[in-house]
């Protein structure tokens, strides 16, 4: 076996590009990693690493030569990193190449809940429109308070979108940024109360655990949109199902969820949320991006340089 091990679900072009460049054997997924032999596991320096199923400690010690890991994706929180530094192992990430992409689709999905876009069109496709009154009307987006939680890379694109959509910007960060015009708020709930609709764009991982409490989504109101973009665990999942079925949040649009890919089935049947399968970065130009940063840091790493886009 090569010294680099590709593992997740990863596209053909990306599996033949790692083939190409590294001689990297693939596995679908960490788990099958415990049934390689010991002679093949210990000839592996860097995971090309890809996916949501936690990379922690146990399959770390799998590896006992593991230098390296690089991720496709820019959060990390599938991966132990206290675990990665403390065997020695540098972790790296694709950041900044997606922004444009994840923050696109966090207007789209304001946008559509707020218009109740998926709901129109299952009414015009099921036949309502010739046969009687005319789609309810809905609440116009533009010019709303939104809140940004989390103004990292992609928060940050996300709230210049929403400066053109004409909305007054407010954020949660833990220290205050360069951006005159906008208001800073040191805590969620504090933030959720200042504003209409809210966008979370913050890391996923025990820090953030539940940050979207339900004292955050009564503080929203009943006329209130969430958006997550971030990571399923960041919301308390069952108090936004029981206030988005119970009327006391207008609307959801969620690209993650915590129980990927199979969410709680209540969330499914939920009228008032669009959903979308965990899409935020796919489209082809910057899953190409992201391949070759990757690639990038696995070369640099193995060449003895530093990484482009380290994360410890
Ligand atoms: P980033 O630049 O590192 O920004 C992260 C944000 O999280 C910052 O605002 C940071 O706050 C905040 N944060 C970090 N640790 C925190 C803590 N312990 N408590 C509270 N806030 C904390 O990351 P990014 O590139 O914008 O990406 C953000 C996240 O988006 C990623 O981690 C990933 O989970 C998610 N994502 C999702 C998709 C998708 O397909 N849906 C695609 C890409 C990324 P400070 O400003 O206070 O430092």
Redesign the pocket.
Known sequence: MAEVLAVGPYAERDIKALREQFAAPHLAGPELIADLPEAERAKVVALAFLGHKGLGSQVMDLLPNLRFITNF?????AIDIPAATARGITVTNT??V??D??AD?ALALLIADSRRMNAAERWMREGHWAKGPEYPLQRKMSGRKVGV?????????IADRLAAFKCEIH?????E?QTPGWHWHTDPVALASAVDDMVI?????P??EG?VSAEVIAALGPDGVIV????GSVIDEEALIDALQNGRLRGAGL??FRGEPAPDPRILALENATILP?????TLETRAAMGELQRRNLRDLLDGKPAVTPVN
């Not at 954020?171 to 220290?175: L, Q």
């Not at 997550?228 to 990571?231: G, M």
Request: charge should be negative; glycine fraction near 18%.
């Open positions: 994706g820019v959060g990390f929180d950041p900044d997606l922004n992409d994840v689709l939680l989390g103004l990292g890379r992609i928060g940050r694109e954020y949660f960060s833990r220290s940024k764009a913050v890391v996923g991982g820090e953030t940050l997550n973009i971030a990571r690209d993650v965990h899409v935020g970065s796919a």
